[in-house]
């Protein structure tokens, strides 16, 4: 049997492996100096802003490498620095495709290297700190704003020399940058969070308020945080994914990572000139960040929602398997097509119906097994972001919401199954649900109405419209018979 090859950087010349694409620019041992900091180097970074960097270094160069941290675990530490920061991305489609990332350059433990973390800030090759550490990283408070009575940002506060927060250790950084006379570093936030740039970057002048008013007053005037929009799904990485590598491509890698083929990063376009070529692979710059918020929320997430609904009430039992099921398809094409494209007025950069099919065919993909159950969860959350805008919009403009409210019912039916089998409800209003669903008789208006007296979910304008409940009704009774005996078809 041939001997496995260590990854690393000096192994990289003995992949000789059409299957495979290495780093060049990490070929011989590179001299390219690290430009990024990133904070929070989890599977989707590595899978995504760093392939980003490695293909802008692979194809224009560039002092851009990075300095990936992890505030509190070793583990990324532990399985990539003997790797030099290379990894494995296994690309996922009806073909798998494999390459070598080689962007990350070092990987740094704040807990235990916390002055090397604040050297790598304070360097002045350091252009940009990245961050994936999910909203909760952030400690913001409801409002959005910079929680001050977080535990970990009173312990920053509280004058240690050590931070063990996102924000605080970025403020000491920059306070150090400001002493020294140099230049603040762009800080972009690459977390699911609307409006993340400003959210960011209020977050870090708040902090630095509270106890150097100078400080802050530089930070607002001189920091840029761009807004972003990401998007990917990346799977966790298993042992069969390990077994993989081994076997297509004799290569042992401690932790190589898999994500579906369709990514997207969407930045502000505010980012200095001197900066990696992010927009020449793939990522869009643009002043409209919202905007493909709103596009994705409407064309990825209702969709999205509306096939895990109308899927369990038909027993199917993930998205790929509804996507073989021709009548929902059908159904879910006409919902885009007829009453969720008419409502986007999306960004110049944005092609909202090839958008869209490349969405249809992300949900096609046989390699990502995603179950609908899961997508079902926390509906009272999702439906208020993912499906009523569009209807309001639509009833205002004059549009048809006929299908929309079949996303609606179907969620209904969902709710009311779940509880009538003893099933867990994933919700964080399970309580109320239950006291709903419990008045539940299977007539369409008594139903409807009841789900619509729940104010956290459904705004009183919108419960009271008497087109919307019309639709809603109508719906709800077209989807009994899928209920009552067990379909695995319907018309709607």
Same mark, same amino acid.
């Given at each position: 049997?041939?001997?496995?090859?260590?990854?690393n950087e000096n192994s990289l010349k003995d992949i000789a492996n059409p299957k495979i694409r290495v780093p060049q620019y990490r070929m011989p041992p590179s001299a390219a100096k690290i430009g990024i900091v990133h904070i929070g180097?989890?599977?989707?970074?590595?899978?995504?802003?760093?392939?980003?960097?490695?293909?802008?270094?692979?194809?224009?160069?560039?002092?851009?490498?990075?300095?990936?941290?992890?505030?509190?675990?070793?583990?990324?530490?532990?399985?990539?620095?003997?790797?030099?920061?290379?990894?494995?991305?296994?690309?996922?489609?009806?073909?798998?495709?494999?390459?070598?990332?080689?962007?990350?350059?070092?990987?740094?433990?704040?807990?235990?290297?916390?002055?090397?973390?604040?050297?790598?800030?304070?360097?002045?090759?350091?252009?940009?700190?990245?961050?994936?550490?999910?909203?909760?990283?952030?400690?913001?408070?409801?409002?959005?704003?910079?929680?001050?009575?977080?535990?970990?940002?009173?312990?920053?506060?509280?004058?240690?020399?050590?931070?063990?927060?996102?924000?605080?250790?970025?403020?000491?950084?920059?306070?150090?940058?400001?002493?020294?006379?140099?230049?603040?570093?762009?800080?972009?936030?690459?977390d699911n969070i609307t409006g993340n740039g400003t959210k960011l970057k209020n977050a870090l002048v708040s902090f630095a308020a509270q106890t150097n008013l100078t400080l802050a007053t530089w930070l607002a005037d001189s920091l840029?945080?761009?807004?972003?929009?990401?998007?990917?799904?990346?799977?966790?990485?298993?042992?069969?994914?390990?077994?993989? #590598? &081994? %076997?297509? /491509?004799?290569?042992?890698?401690?932790?190589?990572?898999?994500?579906? !083929?369709?990514?997207? =990063?969407?930045?502000?376009?505010?980012?200095?000139?001197?900066?990696?070529?992010?927009?020449?692979?793939?990522?869009?710059?643009?002043?409209?960040?919202?905007?493909?918020?709103?596009?994705?929320?409407?064309?990825?997430?209702?969709?999205?929602?509306?096939?895990?609904?109308?899927?369990?009430?038909?027993?199917?039992?993930?998205?790929?398997?509804?996507?073989?099921?021709?009548?929902?398809?059908?159904?879910?094409?006409?919902?885009?097509?007829?009453?969720?494209?008419?409502?986007?007025?999306?960004?110049?950069?944005?092609?909202?119906?090839?958008?869209?099919?490349?969405?249809?065919?992300?949900?096609?993909?046989?390699?990502?097994?995603?179950?609908?159950?899961?997508?079902?969860?926390?509906?009272?959350?999702?439906?208020?972001?993912?499906?009523?805008?569009? #209807? &309001? %919009?639509? /009833?205002?403009?004059?549009?048809?919401?006929?299908?929309?409210?079949? !996303?609606?019912?179907? =969620?209904?039916?969902?709710?009311?199954?779940?509880?009538?089998?003893?099933?867990?409800?994933?919700?964080?209003?399970?309580?109320?649900?239950?006291?709903?669903?419990?008045?539940?008789?299977?007539?369409?208006?008594?139903?409807?109405?009841?789900?619509?007296?729940?104010?956290?979910?459904?705004?009183?304008?919108?419960?009271?419209?008497?087109?919307?409940?019309?639709?809603?009704?109508?719906?709800?009774?077209?989807?009994?018979?899928?209920?009552?005996?067990?379909?695995?078809?319907?018309?709607?």
């Amino acid at each position: 049997m041939t001997q496995l090859i260590k990854l690393n950087e000096n192994s990289l010349k003995d992949i000789a492996n059409p299957k495979i694409r290495v780093p060049q620019y990490r070929m011989p041992p590179s001299a390219a100096k690290i430009g990024i900091v990133h904070i929070g180097p989890g599977a989707f970074f590595r899978a995504h802003q760093a392939w980003y960097t490695h293909q802008a270094l692979q194809q224009h160069g560039g002092d851009w490498c990075i300095s990936a941290v992890s505030l509190r675990s070793s583990g990324v530490s532990d399985a990539l620095t003997e790797q030099h920061g290379l990894y494995c991305l296994a690309e996922l489609d009806k073909e798998t495709h494999f390459e070598v990332v080689g962007a990350i350059k070092e990987v740094l433990v704040a807990r235990q290297q916390y002055h090397d973390v604040i050297a790598r800030l304070t360097n002045i090759d350091t252009k940009f700190v990245t961050l994936t550490i999910t909203e909760k990283g952030y400690c913001l408070n409801n409002q959005g704003e910079l929680d001050l009575t977080h535990e970990d940002i009173k312990h920053d506060l509280a004058g240690t020399n050590e931070r063990i927060s996102a924000v605080g250790i970025l403020v000491q950084a920059l306070s150090v940058r400001h002493e020294k006379g140099l230049p603040a570093f762009t800080v972009i936030s690459c977390d699911n969070i609307t409006g993340n740039g400003t959210k960011l970057k209020n977050a870090l002048v708040s902090f630095a308020a509270q106890t150097n008013l100078t400080l802050a007053t530089w930070l607002a005037d001189s920091l840029t945080c761009p807004s972003t929009m990401v998007d990917s799904i990346t799977p966790a990485t298993d042992d069969s994914l390990r077994d993989l #590598v &081994q %076997q297509k /491509l004799n290569i042992k890698d401690n932790w190589p990572i898999k994500r579906e !083929a369709f990514l997207q =990063w969407v930045i502000e376009d505010c980012l200095p000139a001197d900066r990696p070529a992010w927009d020449q692979v793939g990522a869009i710059l643009t002043r409209d960040v919202e905007g493909f918020e709103k596009a994705k929320l409407r064309l990825l997430n209702c969709p999205h929602s509306s096939i895990a609904y109308l899927g369990c009430l038909l027993g199917i039992e993930t998205v790929y398997d509804a996507m073989q099921n021709t009548q929902l398809v059908e159904f879910i094409e006409k919902m885009i097509e007829e009453e969720i494209l008419p409502s986007i007025d999306g960004p110049k950069e944005l092609d909202a119906k090839q958008y869209s099919q490349d969405i249809l065919q992300r949900f096609r993909n046989p390699a990502i097994r995603h179950l609908l159950s899961q997508i079902a969860w926390d509906g009272s959350q999702k439906i208020p972001m993912r499906i009523l805008p569009i #209807v &309001q %919009q639509n /009833l205002i403009e004059g549009r048809s919401v006929a299908l929309l409210c079949h !996303a609606l019912a179907s =969620w209904m039916y969902f709710v009311r199954l779940q509880f009538a089998k003893g099933e867990n409800m994933v919700d964080p209003l399970a309580a109320q649900l239950k006291k709903v669903t419990d008045s539940c008789n299977g007539k369409a208006h008594n139903d409807t109405v009841l789900f619509l007296t729940m104010k956290a979910i459904f705004p009183a304008s919108l419960a009271a419209n008497g087109e919307f409940k019309h639709a809603l009704e109508a719906a709800y009774i077209n989807l009994a018979p899928v209920i009552n005996n067990n379909q695995h078809s319907w018309s709607a």
